[in-house]
């Protein structure tokens, strides 16, 4: 099983992106999906989590500017980044709780994206 994201980038203050999540591999069910931060030397923070059915959650920090979402029949969450900031800099790392074709489930990780927010 992989997590695959990509998305990130430079971007200026005020700006948008997109992050994108594939999962791919031997799956046979995803639960949560998530996506994550960390700054430099710091652990890495909650940033949306989002149900099967679609329900969702935010850190107080973004809440009104990104809005998670996901594809279950494509196997991807993305994260819509919108009136970006300075501070939004960050490594962003998607999260997935995967049964595998195993029948055996944990969390798995993906690799992470780079997002700058700079003038």
């Known amino acids: 099983v992989q997590l695959q994201a990509s998305g990130g980038g430079l971007v200026q203050p005020g700006g948008s992106l997109r992050l994108s999540c594939a999962a791919s591999g031997g799956i046979i069910s995803i639960d949560h999906m998530a996506w994550y931060r960390q700054y430099p030397e710091k652990q890495r923070d909650l940033v949306a989590t989002?149900?099967?059915?679609?329900?969702?959650n935010y850190a107080d920090s973004v809440k009104g500017r990104f809005t998670i979402s996901r594809d279950n029949a494509k196997k991807m969450v993305y994260l819509q980044m919108n009136s970006l900031k300075p501070e939004d800099t960050a490594v962003y790392y998607c999260?997935?709780?995967?049964?595998?074709?195993?029948?055996?489930?944990?969390?798995?990780w993906g690799q992470g994206t780079l997002v700058t927010v700079s003038s």
């Open positions: 999260n997935a709780a995967i049964t595998n074709a195993h029948y055996y489930a944990r969390d798995y």
């Open positions: 989002i149900t099967v059915g679609g329900s969702a």
